[in-house]
């Protein structure tokens, strides 16, 4: 027994021995040329060349290691604006606590190189696990919406409409700053006209997200990053834009003291398109065969506001809590002026002429509040995030039919009122293991509230005189919610592969009520989604990635609101609140590479969805046709990304990419399948005269893409941009062309059915000009740490009008 105990004693002395060895290392960080504390810089204590502690420095610079082990030690401290500083060696083997006193940091604002460096950032970088478009370099977007961003980035294709495609798929998740918003689950293509392409600074695009992303976004996610002061003082700045088609004037402006930073933005919309539309349909009923020839002239307006304030708070160097308001308001008009003539076996039929109105009134808000707390370990860090956000939307219509003879004989008036309503609450947690390792925990959970009342009337003898037309009116009541949680482990050194992996898993509980006496229904499912990616560096600046996951995607209101909108009487359209979700598995490998002045990039992707929601038309015996969402397909791509940037000399950059797939949907349920080969074609080009001018020069062209029951034509687009700085850089005038050469965009679209033939003829106007100013006032000093917002990528958003 002797024996045991005396090992005991010897243990315990020897642990006491070595905790009482323990130093205390501190010291004060401060400004070389100001002489005032440097708040929340990094320090970190190293041994041997690897990190062992880290810690921030409080709001007076001050930072302490309170536990350190014998030993020699090099102390670094490090602050984006700052030059790193190394300090030692540390001398912590004599059993007392050191104190090193003042260490000073130099601004790195004060090195002119490293500015003029940093304003070489490419167009265009690949990074891990996403590519990124760093748009506040590209002038030709200057005076125009997002729809203009995203047109310019390989994998994305955005057609006349603004409908969106990321690798042959509308299966995607638009996020604004990380976020979701109430806008854009309603309409990717409403949302993205109402942001100003000028205060965009990137748009990332992940086509492989990990497990610690909602599932939602079958073809990947594209989050555009708007810009942010990060000087102290007061900055902003003015950019009042004027274009043929579109005016978009907007503000921006921060305040930022000690750990409180304050900042707004603002803009307005006052936009207008014009475009003609022929359309020809053949369809059969019994044996006969009926014509139908249908021209209509489109004339849009539409004016938007929206507006964001966000507050946030550093209230030690290890707490900190922001608030952020979104708001939008807008009011959109569609004039149609159609002529509808019908004829059967050479025989004249039904005649008319509509004059209508369609308006898209909506106005919404979205609040966040966050919490984020921070630990000595680096990187170690816990967030609680929470979100509610609210939207209006006013729908209607009114029609007029017209004879021959230019006399009022039908009058139809239709309104949708809706409203949706989500809250959420998010709380994740990131753990470093070691010094190239991490586990990421969280959960989620989202409450959703959707409600739709629409209402039809009409006057059968073209007076004032409107009734209600009850078997054509309801109300849907619709509530979901969806709690998951997360796992995932990350590795990344700096030698061999690299690994992400992860599982996530989300439980969705549906509830659906109609007015009219429509069956009741609801529903809830569990799905397990898994991710992995490897990814290696290797020599000569070569990189390589492969990954795999399933993504998941919920039909959102546009897809699931019951109301059909009749305002053109021979094609209407409505959602279906029986919609299914839609699962994808997806498989990408990437390989880049950077020679010298050229970087090259190339992925090949496989993706497969299974109960595809597609829209299916249909023609009934009145020559009636409807556009209704169905679960009803199965839709498989496979294909290859290719894209280039080079310096053709000094002055002169070149951006190039090719995106060639092919794209199959297939339908037993209707014995349709449909496939074929697209692609999309890019060019940019930069050329740098000196003195604050440049010139930009952009196209590209998008082929023919399938749909189950047709195709939509192939376009191409072109503009031209010629920028100069003025006022010592401060501000900057821009002139832009757009399809200079060309009045319209012209292209074709077809659909095949059971008993139907149908083409689109369509020219979109699209020639016009863009005046760009812009100015930025106030300090240029400081710098200010990423806040993390919440992110609710889990809806299929509607594509815009059909």
Request: a positive charge; glycine letters at 8%.
């Amino acid at each position: 027994m002797k024996t045991p105990l005396l090992t005991l004693a010897i243990l315990a002395l020897t642990m006491h021995f070595l905790s009482a060895q323990h130093v205390r290392i501190s010291g004060l960080l401060m400004d070389s040329t100001a002489a005032k504390p440097i708040e929340f810089a990094t320090v970190a204590l190293m041994k041997d060349g690897k990190i062992t502690e880290g810690v921030t420095a409080d709001s007076k610079g001050r930072f302490v290691f309170a536990k350190v082990s014998p030993g020699i030690y090099i102390v670094q401290a490090s602050l984006m604006g700052y030059t790193t500083k190394t300090f030692g060696p540390v001398h912590a083997d004599k059993g007392e606590d050191i104190e090193l006193g003042v260490i000073k940091l130099v601004a790195a604002a004060q090195d002119l190189k490293e500015v003029t460096v940093s304003e070489q950032k490419a167009l265009f970088e690949e990074r891990s696990d996403r590519m990124v478009y760093n748009a506040e370099k590209d002038i030709s977007i200057k005076g125009g919406d997002a729809t203009d961003v995203l047109r310019k980035i390989p994998s994305i294709a955005v057609d006349i409409e603004g409908n969106v495609q990321l690798r042959g798929s509308s299966n995607i998740k638009v996020l604004i700053n990380n976020k979701p918003s109430n806008i854009v689950a309603r309409s990717v293509s409403e949302a993205l006209k109402q942001i100003p392409a000028d205060i965009i600074k990137q748009v990332e695009v992940i086509t492989s997200p990990s497990a610690k992303y909602d599932a939602e976004g079958t073809a990947g996610i594209i989050n555009i990053i708007t810009k942010k002061n990060t000087l102290k003082g007061t900055n902003g700045s003015i950019s009042p834009n004027f274009g043929q088609w579109n005016n978009w004037p907007n503000a921006t402006i921060s305040h930022r003291v000690k750990g409180l930073t304050l900042s707004a933005n603002g803009g307005f919309s006052n936009w207008k398109n014009k475009r003609f539309i022929m359309q020809s349909r053949a369809f059969t009923n019994a044996d006969t065969v009926t014509n139908q020839e249908q021209s209509q002239w489109v004339r849009g307006r539409g004016q938007n506001v929206y507006g964001t304030f966000n507050a946030d708070w550093d209230i030690d160097s290890l707490n900190r809590i922001g608030a952020g308001l979104n708001y939008y308001n807008g009011i959109n008009t569609n004039w149609f002026d159609i002529v509808f003539e019908e004829s059967s076996m050479s025989v004249p039929g039904q005649f008319f002429k509509r004059n209508m109105r369609r308006t898209y009134d909506w106005q919404g808000s979205t609040i966040n509040l966050d919490y984020t707390r921070l630990f000595k370990k680096p990187k170690k860090e816990l967030t609680l995030l929470m979100m509610y956000s609210f939207e209006g939307e006013d729908s209607d219509y009114d029609s007029d039919l017209l004879n021959r003879s230019n006399s009022i004989y039908y009058r139809e008036k239709s309104y949708n009122i809706s409203n949706n309503k989500e809250g959420t609450i998010q709380l994740d947690f990131t753990n470093p293991l070691d010094s190239i390792s991490t586990l990421e925990t969280g959960t989620k959970t989202i409450f959703r509230k959707i409600l739709s009342d629409y209402r039809i009337s009409s006057a059968i003898d073209g007076s004032d005189d409107f009734r209600d037309i009850p078997e054509q009116a309801n109300v849907f009541d619709y509530a979901q919610q969806v709690t998951s949680a997360y796992l995932v482990y990350n590795r990344t050194p700096k030698k061999g592969w690299g690994i992400n992996l992860g599982a996530r898993y989300e439980h969705t509980f549906i509830q659906a009520d109609f007015l009219n006496g429509a069956a009741s229904f609801s529903n809830n499912y569990g799905n397990i989604i898994p991710s992995v990616s490897l990814s290696r560096s290797l020599k000569k600046n070569q990189q390589i990635r492969m990954s795999y996951t399933q993504r998941i995607q919920r039909p959102q209101f546009y897809y699931l609101n019951p109301y059909v909108n009749q305002a053109d009487s021979k094609n209407q359209y409505g959602g279906n609140p029986y919609l299914k979700p839609e699962l994808t598995h997806s498989v990408e490998a990437n390989y880049s590479v950077s020679i010298k002045q050229t970087s090259i990039n190339a992925s090949f992707f496989l993706r497969k969805t299974n109960n595809a929601i597609e829209s299916i038309s249909t023609v009934d015996s009145a020559g009636v046709l409807r556009q209704i969402f169905q679960n009803v397909a199965e839709n498989s791509a496979y294909g290859l990304n290719l894209s280039a940037n080079t310096k053709l000399m000094k002055q002169w950059t070149v951006n190039g990419s090719l995106n060639v797939f092919y794209n199959i949907l297939e339908s037993a349920e209707l014995k349709t399948r449909n496939a074929d080969w697209m692609y999309r074609i890019n060019l940019n080009s930069t050329i740098d005269f000196g003195k604050g001018i440049k010139a930009q020069l952009f196209g590209f062209y998008n082929s023919p893409r399938v749909n189950l029951q047709g195709s939509y034509g192939g376009f191409g687009f072109y503009n031209m941009v010629l920028q100069k700085e003025v006022l010592k850089k401060k501000g900057t005038i821009g002139f832009g062309f757009d399809n200079p050469f060309n009045r319209t965009i012209k292209w074709r679209n077809e659909f095949v059915g059971a008993n139907f033939l149908q083409t689109q003829d369509i020219a979109m106007y699209r020639r016009g000009w863009r005046l760009n100013l812009k100015y930025e006032f106030g300090q240029m000093s400081g710098s200010q740490r990423q806040k993390k917002r919440i992110s609710n990528d889990d809806k299929k958003a509607g594509e815009g009008n059909n």
